[in-house]
Each structure stands twice: as structure tokens, then as C-alpha cells.
């Protein structure tokens, strides 16, 4: 039987349609919740349940459930602190990434090697493991209910992992670059900032591993900063979702809501996210 | 003439300037990452008084959460719950990555980047919207997974899943499979593609049959990418919260069924409607996370990474 398995004609045909096939069943299953979400998104309450497969037609189409969110929530604020905090974490990520790899891939001084380890240690260990410490720090510092509080600590939480892939970058820029630099008398800082454009390649890899899980995260926001003031898109989607359970308009909306921005620059960067996450792999 | 790093040689100190790239990076880690972990092991060794001072306990945080008759039940429910989602992801998530992957990496293949955004398109959404759609799509008033299971002629299997606590786990499992099959994928996808192609031609010259060349040739290169594939999801699902808060809520219902250690830590940090949030208790789980995490990573280093033989192509 397994003999047969190993030689029947499904291995021969694997350049036939079976591939395809296994695919595009995949490919449903992945699509299809969140197609169906966004399609009952935009019909009147009596269509979700009669006819939830169909698109909404003239008959079906209703906005109902967006006005709810629309007067209910204030979903265009979480956007923009949503878009704030991953932004400016993203930027200082990069930054200081890109100094201190700069430092650990460059030079040899003392301890080189355990700076390097030590950064790398929050690659491994989630940084949700300290939040008794971080909320503790977060209020003596007086910064709870503040967008500068998840900045800190998401830039803290991606920094490791961007280091690590910075370096690899940074050794890949020719040595006889930096040296010109050098004989020319230019400053170490002056060397960097000539190099930094170098590494840009290295940019898309590291937004696929930190601007996600930033954009994404619920359990921050919910300890830091659940004020109205500063809700972020998922929190806000998180607490309002939580209220209107019974209200399927207005759920399946704030659903489409919460994934509209994410998805749009999926479909728009899939490339390049895709290409960073495998150069990433490679590495 | 002499070049930099021979003169840097000469001068034992760290320059400034390695010390003004290194500064920033290493502050704001030190103090919002490390300091905070090690200011939470330190307090799973304290006791809170009533007059609100932290008083030394010892062990007896650890004693109390892994023995005493309230807090025991608690903690190693959600260890062996967080076992079996992870048995789950191995065993599911995996395979399904793995598949796909070899798929994806055959040449001949079109349409490629096609399929790969669209299989990775869950793995971009939050635990948040994801466990809410899968709420909507299992629930029996809509009647979505009663639908396509009687299209396919298993309607009588329907049952509500999330509800019932001998499934509720096993399907947040399956759930949170669905979101993350992307991450294997993608990984296995890119080491497939990195084996060089005369490799391959040259065995199937030997006559080796397709089955035979991924299984002797293709499998052992891309194990240590599988390595890390693994322990990939043993972190994220030995720290996960979000999946489960969202569509069980805090008690991690029904009768904590589906409670994992992320969920345990929360509750006994903050509290739940009863009872009252207790700091030292919750760096207490998180420090038991924390070595959890940790055993597994140095046992991915030190016994995976040393075992498996990288070759360099």
C-alpha cells in the first residue's frame, strides 16, 4: 500500500493540476472568513442571516452597521494612535538598530561580543514576561495612559531582532568603502551616515517582523493605555466588539474597519513584504 | 600604512564613538526590557503586606502556585492546556506549512506569488479580529460551519465548538493554526528555494524519484529551518493571550478549558470580577513562563542546533 503511495501516478502528476488543486483549496480556506466578513459588512440585517454567501445587491446593500460604529465609537482617533505608535516605534527601531549594529559590526573593542549577545537575548524571551515590572516603571514615570508609553516599550520590544538582521546587512557593505572615508578624513559619524543608505534592503525585512506584531497587539494597550484618549484600532475594535456582540452589523463593520488599513497595504506591499520575510529566513 | 583597525588596536579603551552608536539602542532595551523582566523575577520572590511594603517570601510564591488546593488546579490546567496547543500547532500547523512550502517551490509552478499572498494573508490580521471572525463563523445563529459541513455531508457533526469544554481548546487551536500556517510556509518556502538546482538534477539523473529527492535530499537541508519554524511557535504559543481573552473572555471559559499561562498571568495580575489583582503572584507566573520559554529555547540551542548537521551551500 505505501509502496504503491510512493510511486502512483499523484508524485508523477505533482507538475499537473494536483498542485494547483491543494492551493487553491488552501487559498479558500484562508480567504474565505475574511471575505465573508467584508461582504456582510455591507448588508442589511435580515441578508446576513437569509443569504450570507451572496455579494449585497441593490436590494441587500445597507450601511447600518458602519453609521453604528460611526456614532459610537471614535474609530478615526484610534487610527491615528494606531498609526502614531507604530510609525515613530518603526523609526527609532531603525535608528537606534542601525547605530548599534553599526557599533557591533564594525568596530572591535572590549565586550563586543556579550554587547551583541546581550542585545540579541530579546529575541528569544517576550518582553509580555516583564509587564509587572514594565507597568510598575510605566507609572512611576508617570506615563500611564500615554502613547509614549507603547512607544518605548515596542521600540524596546523590536530593537533586538532588527539589530540582529542590521548587522548582517552592515557586514555585507564592502570594507574598502569605509576606509576611503576614512583616508579622506571623514568622522565615524560621517561613515555611518554615508553607509545607512546602503542597508535599505534590510528596512522591508525588518517592518514585516516589528511593524505587525506593533499594529497588532492587544496586550499593551489594554495594560498601558486603555484610556479613550489613547485606544489603539485593535483595543478600541477589541472593547467595542465586546459591547455589540448581538449587533452583527456593527460587528462585522468594526471587523472590516479594524482590517481595511492593514489589509489595503498588504495588497499594495505584498511584494515586498513577502520578499523581506524570506531574505529574513535566508539569513 | 597603517590601517584603522590596527590603530584601534592600540588603544585598549572604547573609543567615544562606539559608545554614541551603542548608547541609545542599549538604554531604552536595558531599561523598558531588561530591567522590568529582572524587577519581575525579583518581586515572584516578594509578598505584598497589607500596609501595602513588599516583604521577602522566598519560594513560597512557587510553593503556593504549584501546590496550594485554590492556585495548583489553576496553574497546571493551563500548563497542560498550553502543551496540547502547542501539540496542535506541531502537529497541524506544520505538516500544512510544510506541504504548502513544496509546493510553492516547485518551478514549474505558476502563479505563484498569487497563492503566497493569499495563504499568508491571515497571518498579517490580529488575534483580535481573528478570533472574532472565527467566533461569527462558528456560531450556530449564523450557521456558516453548519453550512459547509453539510455541503459536504457531515451535518450531523455541527456542534458549537467554542462553547463546550471538552472541544473549545482544540478548536482555538485549529483557529489560531488557520492564522499562522503563513510562518512555516514562508520560512520552508525560502530554505526550498536557497537548495541549489544542480542537486536536485543530479539526483533525479541517479534516478531518484520526486518522493526520494525531498525526503533524502530536500528534508535534511531544510531541517534546521524547520528548527526554527519550531521554536518560533513555542514562543509565541507558550506567551499567547490575545486569541483566547478575545473570544473566551478573562475566565478563559467554559470552566477554564481553554485557559492558557498568558491568560493565568493576566488574571492573576490584574484580577477578574471577584478578586483582586495580586503583582507579586502574577511576576510569579511569569517567572514559571519564563522558564518554560527559556528551557525550551536552550534546548533548541544546545541539544537541537548541536544534533542537526547545517550544510553550507
Known amino acids: ?283 | 600604512m597603517q590601517n584603522a583597525s590596527e590603530l584601534r588596536k592600540k588603544c585598549p579603551l572604547i573609543p567615544s564613538h562606539v559608545v554614541v552608536f551603542l548608547a541609545p539602542a542599549t538604554i531604552i532595551y536595558t531599561l523598558f526590557m531588561i530591567y522590568p523582566l529582572v524587577d519581575s523575577l525579583r518581586l515572584s520572590f516578594f509578598t505584598t503586606t497589607e500596609q501595602g511594603t513588599e516583604m521577602f517570601a522566598g519560594f513560597q510564591n512557587f510553593i503556593t502556585l504549584l501546590s496550594d488546593e485554590l492556585w495548583a488546579p489553576r496553574f497546571w490546567g493551563a500548563f497542560k492546556n498550553n502543551f496540547l496547543f502547542f501539540a496542535v500547532h506541531m502537529l497541524v500547523q506544520n505538516p500544512i506549512g510544510l506541504l504548502l512550502a513544496a509546493i510553492l517551490s516547485n518551478h514549474r509552478l505558476s502563479g505563484k506569488a498569487f497563492y503566497r499572498t493569499i495563504i499568508f494573508l491571515p497571518t498579517i490580521l490580529s488575534f483580535v479580529i481573528v478570533g472574532f471572525i472565527w467566533q461569527l463563523m462558528l456560531s450556530p445563529l449564523w450557521g456558516i460551519a453548519r453550512d459547509i459541513l453539510e455541503f459536504v455531508r457531515l451535518g450531523d457533526l455541527f456542534q458549537p465548538w467554542l462553547g463546550l469544554e471538552s472541544s473549545a481548546l482544540i478548536t482555538l487551536s485549529f483557529i489560531s493554526v488557520w492564522q499562522f500556517v503563513g510562518i512555516p510556509m514562508m520560512l520552508l518556502y525560502a530554505a526550498l528555494i536557497a537548495i541549489p538546482d544542480e542537486l536536485i538534477e543530479a539526483a533525479f539523473v541517479d534516478g531518484a524519484t520526486a518522493w526520494n529527492v525531498f525526503w533524502r535530499i530536500k528534508f535534511p537541508l531544510i531541517l534546521p529551518t524547520l528548527g526554527i519554524a519550531t521554536i518560533l511557535t513555542f514562543v509565541g504559543n507558550f506567551n499567547a493571550f490575545d486569541l483566547v481573552y478575545t473570544t473566551q473572555g478573562v475566565l478563559a471559559g467554559p470552566n477554564f478549558s481553554t485557559d492558557l499561562l498568558g491568560t493565568l498571568f493576566y488574571r492573576t495580575f490584574f484580577g477578574q470580577q471577584l478578586q483582586l489583582g495580586n503583582p507579586t503572584m502574577g511576576a510569579t507566573v511569569a517567572t514559571m513562563m519564563f522558564l518554560i520559554i527559556l528551557s525550551g529555547v536552550l534546548l533548541y540551542m544546545f541539544v537541537w542546533q548541536r544534533r542537526v548537521q547545517t550544510y553550507e551551500l
Open chain 1, 1 to 283: 500500500m505505501f509502496t504503491w503511495f510512493k510511486t502512483s501516478r499523484f508524485w508523477y502528476r505533482f507538475g499537473g493540476t494536483t498542485p494547483h488543486f491543494v492551493l487553491i483549496l488552501y487559498g479558500l480556506i484562508a480567504l474565505f472568513p475574511i471575505v465573508l466578513v467584508v461582504i456582510n459588512s455591507l448588508k442589511g440585517r435580515r441578508a446576513i442571516f437569509k443569504a450570507p454567501y451572496a455579494f449585497p445587491n441593490s436590494e441587500t446593500f445597507s450601511m447600518i452597521g458602519y453609521n453604528t460604529v460611526v456614532e459610537r465609537t471614535n474609530f478615526p482617533l484610534y487610527f491615528a494612535n494606531s498609526l502614531i505608535v507604530t510609525l515613530i516605534s518603526l523609526l527609532l527601531i531603525l535608528f537606534m538598530g542601525a547605530m548599534a549594529a553599526y557599533a557591533l559590526s564594525e568596530y572591535k573593542f572590549p565586550g563586543n561580543m556579550f554587547m551583541g549577545l546581550y542585545l540579541a537575548l530579546g529575541i528569544m524571551i517576550p518582553i509580555r514576561l516583564g509587564t509587572v515590572g514594565i507597568l510598575r516603571l510605566i507609572v512611576s514615570l508617570g506615563l500611564v495612559n500615554t502613547l509614549t508609553a507603547l512607544i518605548l516599550v515596542y521600540t524596546a520590544m523590536g530593537l533586538p531582532l532588527a539589530i540582529f538582521i542590521l548587522q548582517q546587512f552592515m557586514r555585507q557593505v564592502p570594507k574598502e568603502l569605509k576606509d576611503a572615508g576614512r583616508v579622506d578624513g571623514a568622522s565615524e559619524y560621517r561613515i555611518f551616515w554615508l553607509i545607512l543608505p546602503m542597508v535599505r534592503p534590510a528596512v522591508a525585512t525588518i517592518a514585516v517582523f516589528t511593524m505587525i506584531p506593533i499594529w497588532n497587539d492587544l496586550w499593551f494597550p489594554l495594560i498601558l493605555a486603555p484610556g479613550g484618549k489613547t485606544m489603539t484600532v485593535i483595543l478600541g475594535a477589541q472593547q467595542f466588539l465586546g459591547q455589540f456582540v448581538t449587533d452583527w452589523n456593527a460587528v462585522l463593520s468594526s471587523l472590516t474597519l479594524a482590517m481595511l488599513p492593514v489589509l489595503m497595504l498588504y495588497i499594495f506591499f505584498s511584494k515586498q513584504l513577502i520578499r523581506g520575510l524570506t531574505a529574513g529566513a535566508v539569513k
